[in-house]
């Protein structure tokens, strides 16, 4: 099955919309909740990224019976250094995004713990394309 | 399909039902169907929250209570009192006459069952401080099955201590128990404001058998209580009262009173589309360093309960009246403390899974992708004349080959139109979920 969702920049109060939409389609088909909730925490949090860090952005996901293959692409500044950008606690975040409750750094190293397979594409000046795997066993 | 709750606490009464769909509109799980014009529940999904009950405008929805006769089976005959039940009465009626009544009407003993609220919250805290947070309050048994039946990944946070109620039962059998009883000859019964609690009493979760023998109806007991009042029954003293209450345990059963005596980050949270919204976030991990949660089914919890028939503002006001009159403590928790322990310790509870379209993966994922393409052909009107609650139900439901297409009134129009479906076809599918006889009426 294939889904897609519209992210905008700057839209805080409409970020969580794709993470609850997949949510209650994998709670549809009896998948593990302990699963579950790995998707919904790093799909959460690349698509509050697109939301904190980028212009605009669209979130495939593709569900089989083995598992969910996010895909997020934005457009936006792009990452420049993504090594950096992975160690916990980092952040470009602005004053006003850590006081909305973001901006701990801990988005990206986050998605890596809860993926089995994830991946960062940056271009700077471009964007940013996240791939996330997540095994449904 | 059965015509009963999960845990056979309401019945729908197929004489009385006459499939006005009310019900199906309000349950929080899509547990209810309308077919052959009566309301039928998939019994499976119920989680005995009483909304349909409390919707029903033909009293179609019966609450499988016990026989008030059977009290008679017992020698003593112990009556839990919750104190949202002395709330029923406005306030001029004496709480002392009350309870002469009670016993007028069959019981030798009552007992205010909140009572053990005040060894209890020592325990809740300490419990509290150990466990996975937020620990979510196991008090409502309607929240709890909700949790089982619509966010299995959170039962953990169940807190996995027995409320109130099981406690001061397991006082009165130990304590009966002691003083030499033969078990068969103490009855105890516990005075009910929800069918919740009934399901809870007569199917518990947590691997826990309650001792409580039956349950009484509270809208029904209200009644005969009243009655003897109005009719000025005469009393002959002869029932042992034990209606040691402290204002915590007065307030327990409100909004609030039981997160008040909570350490630390607490929130209640009453309605059950509030509780829902509230455990759609939590369960995004998106609350942060809240401690416990105190969710109630009803609006003004339990003193908005399905068989609280009396306002529930006006209902709550009264328990706050009648708290604030109240001791902060009550005598009895040392002969708690000897006949019971503080807490009751329940076993881990299992979810139980709703399994929408199936068990297997693969075919749930073909299933729920043919209902997808079915509801862009519905109207989104979520009308109910198909006799699903939603269009998205409707195509879950013809997806696992329980309804057709053609039960949609907007596509049958449309096919009508087209001359593609015979107007006796249309008829005989109108008869299948509305009825036989619906469309034979003579104006
Ligand atoms: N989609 C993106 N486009 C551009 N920059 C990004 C994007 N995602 C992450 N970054 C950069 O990587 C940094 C680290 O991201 P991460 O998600 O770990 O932390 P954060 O978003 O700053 O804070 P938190 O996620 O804890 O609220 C960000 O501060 C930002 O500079
Ligand atoms: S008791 Fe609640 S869950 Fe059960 S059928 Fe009625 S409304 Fe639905
Ligand atoms: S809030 Fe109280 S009355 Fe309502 S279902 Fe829960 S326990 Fe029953
Ligand atoms: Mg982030």
């Known amino acids: ?137 | 399909m059965s015509r009963t709750t999960y845990n056979r606490a309401l019945e729908i009464l197929d004489d009385v039902c006459i499939g006005c769909s009310h019900c199906m509109k309000v349950c929080p799980t899509e547990a209810l169907r309308v077919s052959a014009g009566k309301a039928v529940i998939h019994a499976d999904w119920c989680i005995d929250c009483g909304e349909c009950y409390r919707i029903c405008p033909n009293r179609a929805i019966r609450v499988m209570d016990d026989d008030f006769k059977q009290i008679y089976n017992y020698k003593y005959r112990v009556l839990l009192v919750p104190s949202v039940f002395f709330a029923q009465f406005e306030d001029s009626v004496p709480r002392e006459k009350i309870y002469q009544i009670i016993g007028e009407l069959g019981f030798t003993e009552v007992c205010a069952v909140e009572q053990s609220v005040d060894s209890l919250t020592d325990e809740v805290n300490e419990y509290v401080k150990n466990a996975q947070k937020p620990v979510i309050s196991s008090f409502c048994p309607a929240v709890i099955r909700l949790i089982q039946v619509r966010f299995p990944s959170l039962v953990d946070h169940i807190m996995q201590l027995l409320p109130p109620i099981e406690i001061t039962a397991q006082y009165y059998k130990n304590k009966f128990a002691k003083a030499g009883i033969p078990d068969g000859e103490l009855g105890i019964f516990y005075l009910t404001p929800c069918i919740a609690k009934i399901a809870a009493v007569k199917s518990p979760v947590g691997g826990y058998t309650s001792p409580i023998n039956g349950v009484i109806n509270m809208d029904f007991f209200f009644n005969k209580v009243y009655l003897a009042y109005k009719q000025r029954l005469p009393v002959s003293g002869n029932i042992s009262i034990n209606g040691e209450l402290s204002s915590k345990g007065i307030l327990y059963p409100t909004t609030g009173g039981e997160s008040a005596n909570v350490e630390g980050r607490t929130l209640a949270i009453d309605g059950m589309s509030n509780v829902i919204d509230f455990l759609e976030i939590l369960e995004n991990e998106e609350i942060d360093g809240v401690d416990f949660l105190e969710l109630r089914a009803c609006d003004q919890s339990c003193a908005g309960g399905i068989l609280s028939h009396r306002n529930r503002f006006l209902t709550a006001e009264s328990m706050k009246k009648y708290a604030a009159t109240a001791p902060d403590y009550h005598k009895l928790t040392l002969d708690y403390q000897r006949y019971t322990s503080a807490v009751i310790h329940m076993d881990r509870i299992e979810p139980r899974s709703m399994v929408k379209y199936d068990r297997d993966i693969d075919a749930a994922l073909q299933k729920m992708e043919r209902a997808r393409e079915l509801r862009e052909l519905f109207p989104g009107i979520d009308c109910g004349a198909c006799g699903a609650p939603s269009c998205e139900a409707l195509a879950e439901d013809i997806v696992k080959g329980q309804s057709e297409i053609n039960a949609c009134i907007f596509l049958r129009t449309l096919y009508e139109k087209r001359g593609e479906l015979p107007l006796e076809e249309a008829i005989k599918i109108m008869e299948r979920i509305w009825g036989r006889t619906r469309f034979d009426k003579r104006f």
């Open chain 1, 1 to 137: 099955m294939n889904l897609e969702y519209k992210v905008e920049g700057g839209d805080f109060t409409s970020a969580g919309l794709a993470s609850s939409q997949i949510k209650k389609i994998l709670k549809q088909l009896n998948v593990d909740p302990a699963v579950i909730k790995r998707v919904v925490i790093a799909l959460y949090e690349a698509e509050v990224n697109i939301v904190a860090h980028a212009y605009r952005g669209v979130i495939k996901a593709q569900i089989d019976g083995g598992g969910i293959n996010l895909t997020l692409e934005d457009e936006g500044p792009g990452i420049p250094d993504v090594e950096m950008a992975m160690t916990p606690g980092f952040s470009t975040a602005s004053k006003a995004v850590r006081e909305m409750g973001f901006g701990a750094g801990m988005g990206l190293p986050n998605i890596s713990e809860n993926a089995d397979d994830f991946k960062i594409d940056t271009i700077v000046g471009q964007g940013t394309t996240l791939r996330i795997g997540i095994k449904f066993r």
